[in-house]
C-alpha cells in the first residue's frame, strides 16, 4: 500500500489555524491592533463598513516594515517578538505566536501598506487567500495599514455563520473600547460606515473612560488604588448610580491584558453589597499587575479567561480595594465604629500625609482609650521609634502570652463590644454591621510595618538575653545571615560571629517572646521561603518573614485589653485591610444583611 500521509497544503493549514484566531470581525480586529500597540503606535484608527464584513482597516503609525518583513509577516510562526521557547515566559508584548496575520490572510482579501521611518518609499502587498497578489513599491505614511476586505469570502460557511451588523458591530466596540481602556496613552479612533464613532486624544485613565462612556462619568468615577506584596491594583469604579441594566461596561485588565474570572467579578459586585439595586451592573476598569509566575493563562490567543494561582489571596485584595474605594468616597454608607471617628473613612481620604495620618490615629486613640489600661498594656519603648516619632508618648504594644490568665470558655466581652471567637476571631460591632477582624492575620500587618519602617532607617529596639545563645548554620544560610547583617540588627537582633558558622545570639527584636535561636533560625527559613516564593525585595521580604515568625498565632487566647490593642493598631496601619501576604484582616457583616435574616 502507498503511504498515504501528506502534509497539508499551507494554505489550507492557515485557514484550519484561522478557524480558531479569527472567528468574527472582532477577533480580527483585536488581533491587528495589537499589532500596532506592539509597533509602538502612537495613534491608532480603526476604519469599519458593514459590521467588518466588507472591510476592517487598522492605520498606525508604528515602526512599520521592511519589504522583507512584511511578506514574512505573513507566514505562520512568523514573529519578531520571540525568539527562544524561554521568550514566551517574559512576554511583555500582546501578540507572539506568530499567528495572527497569516491566518487572517488565510481568509480574506488583504491589503499591507507599511513603511519605515527611515525609508522614503514603503510597501505595498496585495494578499487573497493566503495567496500574494502583488508586491511593490508604493508611496505611504508612515507605519503600516493593514485592510481586510471580504471577511471569509472563501468559506461561505463561516460568512454565513456570521451574525447581524448590529451584533458583530457591538463585538467590535467591545474590543475596541477594551484595547482603548488599557492604553490610554495612545490616541485611537473608530470610523464605521464613514462616522466618527470614537475620537480619542492620549489622555489619563480617567479621561479616556469618560471620552468612551459619556461626560457623565466624570463627577461619577472613584478611583482605586491598592498595593501588597502579591498585586497591585488600579482604576476606577462607578458610583452605583451609575450602575446599568446590561453587564457590558466591567473590564478588568490582569498586566494590562482584557480578562474575564468570574470570581473577580463576584468579589467586585460584592463590595458593592447593598449599594447596587437587584439586577444591575455597576462600571469598572480595574487594572491588576501582578507576577505572571502566579498566572495561569491560556496562551491561546482569543481565550480571555485566566486562573491565579491563589484566588482567595487575590479575591481578599480586590474586594478590599473595592471597598476601600466606595467608602473613601463616601459612595457607601462609611464603615465607621459605633462610638469612634472613621478611621477607615480618615485613611482614604487622602490629603493626609502617612505621618500626618498616624500622629491623628495615635492621638484619637489615645482620647478614645482607657488611659489606666494603656499603662498595663503598653510599655515604654526607647525614643529611636519613628511608629511614634511626632507624639509625646512613646509606646508600643506587647502582647504577652495568656497562658497564665485565666482561660474562659465563653467569649471574652469587653465594654467597648469586643469579643473573642474561637481564639482566632476578634468581632466588634460598627455603625453599619458586625467586624470580624482576624487575629493572626492583623497581628502580621502590624508587625510587617513595624519592621518595615525599622528596616528603613530607624531600627528597632532590642530585647538583650540573659544567656546568649549560639546557632549553627548550614554554611549557605550563614553567608546569607552575614549578607544581610545591617538589616537584621535593625530588626532588633543582636548577634556576632562564634566560630565556623557559628553565631552567638545576644538579642531579640522587643517585645516578642521565645527563643532567640528559634526565631532567628525561622527568620531565615521564612526569608529564603519566600525568596523563592515572592521575589520580594530584601527588606520587605526580612520584614514579612519576621512578622509571621513573630506574630501571634490563631488559637491564642486574648484579654480584652490586648484585643483592643491588637484593632487599635491595626487600623493606625496605613493599609489595615490585609496581612503582608494579601489575606484579608478584616471584613463586615453588614446590617441590612443581618436586619434581612429578620424581615417580617
Ligand atoms: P505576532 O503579533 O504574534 O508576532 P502576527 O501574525 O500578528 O504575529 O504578526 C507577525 C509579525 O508581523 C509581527 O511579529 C510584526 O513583526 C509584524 N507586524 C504585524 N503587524 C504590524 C504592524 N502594524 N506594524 C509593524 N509590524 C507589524
Ligand atoms: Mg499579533
Known amino acids: 500500500m502507498p503511504d498515504i500521509i501528506q502534509l497539508l497544503p499551507d494554505a489550507i493549514a492557515n485557514q484550519i489555524a484561522a478557524g480558531e484566531v479569527v472567528q468574527r470581525p472582532a477577533s480580527a480586529v483585536k488581533e491587528l491592533i495589537e499589532n500596532a500597540i506592539d509597533a509602538g503606535a502612537t495613534s491608532i484608527k480603526l476604519l469599519i463598513k458593514e459590521s467588518g464584513k466588507t472591510l476592517i482597516q487598522v492605520i498606525d503609525n508604528g515602526q512599520g516594515m521592511s519589504e522583507t518583513d512584511a511578506r514574512m509577516s505573513l507566514e505562520r510562526h512568523a514573529t519578531s517578538k520571540i525568539r527562544t521557547a524561554d521568550d514566551l515566559f517574559r512576554l511583555r508584548t500582546m501578540g507572539f505566536r506568530g499567528e495572527a496575520l497569516a491566518s487572517i490572510a488565510a481568509v480574506s482579501q488583504m491589503e499591507i501598506k507599511t513603511r519605515l521611518p527611515q525609508e522614503d518609499l514603503g510597501t505595498l502587498l496585495l494578499v487573497e487567500g493566503s495567496e500574494v497578489k502583488k508586491q511593490e513599491p508604493t ?41 482603548a481602556l488599557a492604553h490610554p496613552n495612545i490616541a485611537f479612533a473608530l470610523i464605521q460606515n464613514d462616522e466618527l464613532l470614537f475620537d480619542l486624544p492620549s489622555s489619563k485613565l480617567s479621561q479616556r473612560i469618560v471620552n468612551l462612556f459619556g461626560k457623565n462619568y466624570q463627577s461619577q468615577l472613584a478611583p482605586v488604588q491598592e498595593e501588597t506584596s502579591l498585586l497591585k491594583i488600579t482604576g476606577y469604579i462607578g458610583r452605583p448610580e451609575l450602575a446599568k441594566k446590561k453587564r457590558g461596561e466591567q473590564f478588568i485588565f490582569v498586566n494590562n491584558r ?19 439595586q437587584e439586577g444591575s451592573f455597576p462600571f469598572y476598569a480595574l487594572f ?45 454608607p462609611a464603615i465607621d465604629f459605633a462610638d469612634d471617628v472613621n478611621l477607615i473613612g480618615k485613611l482614604s481620604s487622602q490629603p493626609l500625609s502617612r505621618e500626618q495620618y498616624y500622629d491623628e490615629q495615635f492621638s484619637n486613640s489615645l482620647q478614645r482609650s482607657n488611659l489606666q489600661n494603656w499603662e498595663k498594656i503598653f510599655e515604654q519603648e526607647a525614643p529611636n521609634s519613628r511608629l511614634f516619632d511626632k507624639s509625646e508618648q512613646k509606646t508600643t504594644v506587647r502582647f504577652e502570652s495568656s497562658l497564665n ?38 497581628h502580621e500587618r502590624i508587625l510587617f510595618e513595624k519592621y518595615l519602617t525599622q528596616l528603613k532607617g530607624v531600627p528597632g529596639n532590642s530585647q538583650q538575653s540573659l544567656f546568649p545563645q549560639t546557632l549553627t548554620l548550614s554554611a549557605p544560610d550563614f553567608a546569607l545571615a552575614m549578607e544581610m547583617e545591617r538589616e537584621i540588627v535593625a530588626l532588633g537582633f543582636r548577634f556576632e560571629v562564634f566560630g565556623k558558622n557559628t553565631l552567638l545570639i545576644s538579642g531579640m527584636p522587643a517585645e516578642i517572646s521565645g527563643s532567640e535561636k528559634e526565631l532567628f533560625e525561622g527568620l531565615i527559613e521564612q526569608f529564603k521561603k519566600n525568596q523563592s516564593e515572592l521575589h520580594l525585595p530584601i527588606r520587605e521580604n526580612l520584614a514579612q518573614a519576621l512578622a509571621k515568625r513573630a506574630s501571634m498565632k490563631s488559637g491564642q487566647k486574648l484579654s480584652p485589653e490586648e484585643m483592643e490593642a491588637l484593632v487599635e493598631r491595626l487600623f493606625a496601619c496605613p493599609n489595615p485591610n490585609f496581612s503582608p501576604e494579601g489575606r484579608p484582616t478584616f471584613f463586615i457583616f453588614d446590617s441590612s444583611k443581618i436586619e434581612s435574616y429578620f424581615t417580617r
Not at 149 to 177: C, D, W
Not at 310 to 330: C, F, I, M, P, T
Not at 416 to 421: A, P, R, S
Request: aromatic share 10%; hydrophobic share 35%; with cysteine.
Open 139 to 179: 508611496a505611504c505614511e508612515k507605519g503600516t495599514s493593514i485592510s481586510v476586505k471580504n471577511l471569509f469570502y472563501n468559506i461561505p460557511a463561516r460568512r454565513n455563520f456570521l451574525k447581524s451588523n448590529g451584533v458583530e458591530m457591538s463585538h467590535i466596540t467591545e474590543e475596541f473600547q477594551r484595547l
Open 258 to 276: 482584557f480578562i474575564r474570572n468570574n470570581y473577580l467579578g463576584y468579589a467586585i459586585t460584592s463590595a458593592y453589597e447593598g449599594l447596587l
Open 288 to 332: 491588576i499587575d501582578i507576577d505572571p509566575k502566579h498566572v495561569d493563562v491560556n496562551v491561546h490567543p482569543t481565550k480571555t479567561e485566566i486562573k491565579f494561582d491563589d484566588e482567595r489571596a487575590v479575591y481578599g485584595v480586590v474586594w478590599s480595594a473595592v471597598k476601600q474605594a466606595l467608602g473613601a468616597h463616601n459612595l457607601a
Open 405 to 442: 490568665k485565666q482561660e474562659s470558655t465563653i467569649a471574652d466581652e469587653t465594654e467597648k463590644g469586643l469579643f473573642q471567637y474561637q481564639n482566632k476571631y476578634i468581632i466588634r460591632a460598627t455603625r453599619n454591621g458586625i467586624m470580624f477582624i482576624d487575629q493572626q492575620s492583623a
